[in-house]
């Protein structure tokens, strides 16, 4: 009887193993899931708003990456520039705490 009951405890303990197993295997793969979700999504982000720029470039092929970060410094060290981001940033976050998310 002790036996029966001994050996019951050992397999339960062997499927209770075996389905912690397998949850951390699937918490793994949702971990890289999410990852390349969050890459994904940054990289359309990076394309989309390296498009918008492009757009108000009069000539973007002829101006180098320095030229570029050079002219966006400029712009963004403006206080009205400064003060026009904060506002929105603001507005954003305002509306995602209302939203909630």
Known sequence: MANEQLEKLKHQKYVAEKKLTAAKHKEKRLESEIKRLTRSERTH?????????????????????????????????????????????????????????
């Not at 990456?65 to 966006?72: G, I, K, N, R, S």
């Not at 003060?83 to 705490?97: A, D, H, P, Y």
């Open 45 to 101: 982000r990076l394309c989309t708003r390296a498009g918008m720029l492009e757009t108000f470039l009069r000539e973007p092929t002829t101006l180098t990456d320095d030229d570029v970060m050079e002219l966006l410094s400029f712009i963004f060290h403006s206080e009205a520039v400064q003060k026009k981001l904060n506002m929105l940033i603001e507005k954003r976050k305002e509306i995602g705490q209302s939203d909630g998310g």
